[in-house]
């Protein structure tokens, strides 16, 4: 008897769970997703057409997976960092108004682990250094078959890492976890 009621309040539960998540949040402003389709790619004023293939490939994958993870997307976690996490959740949600960014699952590990190597298994782990991040972003785009590339290795370092530094503050390179809030509660723009 206590199986069988502990059985039926689960199931209650995962109900209730599965409809909050199906549940749209507020409507993104119309204008605010034509502004951002417009804006594509375009970061603290700069605009990088090999950022746009990067985003594409996000939202691709997210809508053709049907996936509520983008920090397990690896396209969106470059995208993030291209274009600032402020405009991508903004999208994300034009397309998925059912999306809600603080919900998300944190960064998925195994991609934090394809940017730093094998040292993210050892104990606790290691951060992410510049050179990391730019194997990650040339990975991406290549992976994304992008036919832009970034200006220089100077170009990716001030538009796309410096920012991500700046605010995470942690000295020359970036731990998980700062990275991680970073892709939460930077709204970089
Ligand atoms: C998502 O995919 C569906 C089916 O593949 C397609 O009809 C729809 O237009 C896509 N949505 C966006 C916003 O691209
Ligand atoms: C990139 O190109 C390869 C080879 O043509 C193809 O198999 C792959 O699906 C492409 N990837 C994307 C993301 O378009």
Same mark, same amino acid.
């Given at each position: 008897?206590?199986?069988?009621?502990?059985? =039926? @309040?689960?199931? $209650?539960?995962?109900?209730?769970?599965?409809?909050?998540?199906?549940?749209?949040?507020?409507?993104?402003?119309?204008?605010?997703?034509?502004? &951002?389709?417009?804006?594509?790619g375009?970061?603290?004023?700069?605009y990088q057409q090999s950022c746009v293939h990067l =985003?594409y490939?996000?939202?691709?994958?997210?809508?053709?997976?049907? #996936?509520?993870?983008? /920090?397990?997307?690896?396209?969106?976690?470059?995208?993030?960092?291209c274009?600032?996490?402020?405009?991508? %959740? =903004?999208?994300? +949600?034009?397309? %998925?108004?059912?999306?809600?960014? #603080?919900?998300?699952?944190?960064?998925? &590990?195994?991609?934090?682990?394809? @940017?730093?190597?094998?040292?993210?298994?050892?104990?606790?782990?290691?951060?992410?250094?510049?050179?990391?991040?730019?194997?990650?972003?040339?990975?991406?785009l290549s992976?994304v078959n992008s036919t832009d590339w970034p200006g220089? $290795?100077?170009?990716?370092?001030?538009? /796309? /890492?410096?920012?991500?530094? %700046? /605010?995470?503050?942690?000295?020359?390179? =970036?731990? &998980?976890?700062?990275?991680? %809030?970073?892709?939460?509660? *930077?709204? *970089? +723009?």
């Amino acid at each position: 008897m206590r199986f069988a009621l502990t059985a =039926i @309040i689960s199931a $209650v539960l995962v109900a209730a769970g599965v409809n909050a998540a199906a549940t749209p949040r507020a409507q993104q402003n119309p204008n605010d997703c034509l502004h &951002y389709a417009k804006y594509t790619g375009i970061y603290h004023g700069n605009y990088q057409q090999s950022c746009v293939h990067l =985003i594409y490939n996000c939202m691709n994958t997210l809508n053709s997976t049907n #996936s509520r993870d983008p /920090w397990g997307t690896a396209s969106c976690v470059a995208s993030a960092t291209c274009w600032g996490t402020h405009a991508l %959740d =903004i999208y994300m +949600q034009c397309q %998925d108004p059912t999306l809600e960014p #603080s919900q998300f699952p944190t960064l998925n &590990y195994n991609i934090y682990a394809s @940017i730093v190597g094998d040292c993210a298994y050892q104990e606790g782990g290691c951060p992410i250094t510049f050179q990391n991040y730019v194997d990650f972003v040339y990975g991406q785009l290549s992976a994304v078959n992008s036919t832009d590339w970034p200006g220089s $290795v100077d170009d990716v370092a001030q538009n /796309w /890492w410096n920012p991500i530094k %700046d /605010w995470t503050a942690t000295g020359d390179s =970036i731990p &998980y976890t700062n990275f991680n %809030d970073w892709l939460f509660y *930077s709204d *970089s +723009q």
